[in-house]
C-alpha cells in the first residue's frame, strides 16, 4: 500500500468530520508536474456491476493519470480467483494482476503486461473497507435502524450523513437502499445499505461501493449521477417510520414490508 493511501485511510477512520488530507503536499522546493484536473465524463451512468456480491465484490479504487488520460479504475481482488479491473465511466472490464490479491491495491498489470498505477500528481480521497470515516463531507455507516427482533426476516440498514462546511451541523441524514443476493432463509431479497469503499471524485461527486455495485453520487445530497436503477436514496426519518409501523404487526419478512412501504416493487 502507498504511503499516502495509509496515512488517508487513519485520518478518515480517526476523524471523519475532516475532508482535508495534507499529508500530499510536497515540500515547498519541489515542483509537483502541472496537470489540469480531469473532468470526468457525463455519460449517464450512475451505476456498474463488478462481482457477483456474494463471494466477490468491488473494493479498491484510485485514479490513473497516463498519457494525457484519466481513468477511473474499480478492483476486484479476493484472496483466490482472478483480479479484475474494470474502467468506471467505459464499463470495460479485464482480467490483471495485483500484488495483494484479497488486500489493498493501487495498481495492477493488465493482459498485455503494462503497468497502471495510482496518479502521483494529483490526490483522490479514498475511504478504504472498515466501518465508518468519510467520503469528502459525507460521513457514511455512521449508525444503523432495525426492526423488531420478533421478525424474522429484516434488513439492517446503515445511516450516511452530510456536514456543513465548518463540520458542526448535519444538514441530512440519508439511507441508500440496494439488493443484496435473496438469503436462504428469507423469501424475497435483502435490503442493504453498508457503504465499502468510497473515491472522491474532486468534482462534487464521489464513486461508493455497496455490495456487488459501484454507484456515483452528487455529494450534496446522494442522488445518483445518471442511471442508478438499483438503487434508491431515502431520507432517515421514513425508514423509522416504517420501521415503527412494523413493530408488533406479526410480519414476517421487514425486505418484503419495507420495498412496499417505499414503493420499490
Not at 200 to 219: A, N, Q, S
Request: proline share 6%.
Amino acid at each position: 500500500m502507498r504511503v499516502h493511501h495509509v496515512a488517508m485511510a487513519t485520518v478518515l477512520a480517526v476523524a471523519p468530520a475532516v475532508g482535508a488530507f495534507t499529508q500530499d503536499q510536497p515540500p515547498s522546493h519541489v515542483a509537483r508536474p502541472s496537470v489540469e484536473a480531469p473532468v470526468w465524463p457525463s455519460n449517464g451512468v450512475a451505476e456498474r456491476e463488478l462481482g457477483d456480491g456474494k463471494e466477490s465484490w468491488p473494493e479498491n479504487m484510485f485514479v490513473e493519470h497516463s498519457k494525457g488520460r484519466w481513468i477511473v479504475w474499480v478492483l476486484l481482488s479476493p484472496v483466490r480467483g482472478q483480479a479484475r479491473a474494470m474502467d468506471f465511466f467505459s464499463g470495460e472490464v479485464q482480467d490483471v494482476t495485483v500484488k495483494e490479491p484479497g488486500g489493498y491495491n493501487d495498481s495492477f498489470v493488465d493482459s498485455n503486461g503494462v503497468a497502471h498505477t495510482s496518479s502521483d500528481e494529483i490526490a483522490f480521497y479514498y475511504k478504504d473497507p472498515r466501518p465508518g470515516g468519510a467520503i469528502g463531507s459525507v460521513q457514511v455507516n455512521v449508525n444503523s435502524l432495525r426492526f423488531d427482533r420478533a421478525i424474522p426476516c429484516r434488513p439492517r440498514l446503515h445511516v450516511s450523513q452530510r456536514m456543513s462546511d465548518d463540520g458542526m451541523t448535519v444538514t441530512w441524514r440519508k439511507v441508500l437502499l440496494y439488493g443484496d443476493p435473496a438469503s436462504s432463509t428469507c423469501p424475497a431479497r435483502t435490503w442493504s445499505s453498508l457503504i465499502g469503499t468510497g473515491l472522491e471524485l474532486r468534482d462534487g461527486t464521489m464513486l461508493i461501493t455497496g455490495g456487488k455495485y459501484v454507484f456515483r453520487l452528487r455529494e450534496d445530497d446522494l442522488s445518483p449521477v445518471g442511471r442508478a436503477p438499483h438503487l434508491h436514496v431515502v431520507d432517515e426519518a421514513d425508514v423509522k417510520r416504517i420501521i415503527d409501523k412494523a413493530e408488533g404487526s406479526g410480519i414476517r419478512d421487514a425486505n418484503t414490508f419495507l420495498a412496499e412501504q417505499l414503493r420499490l416493487l
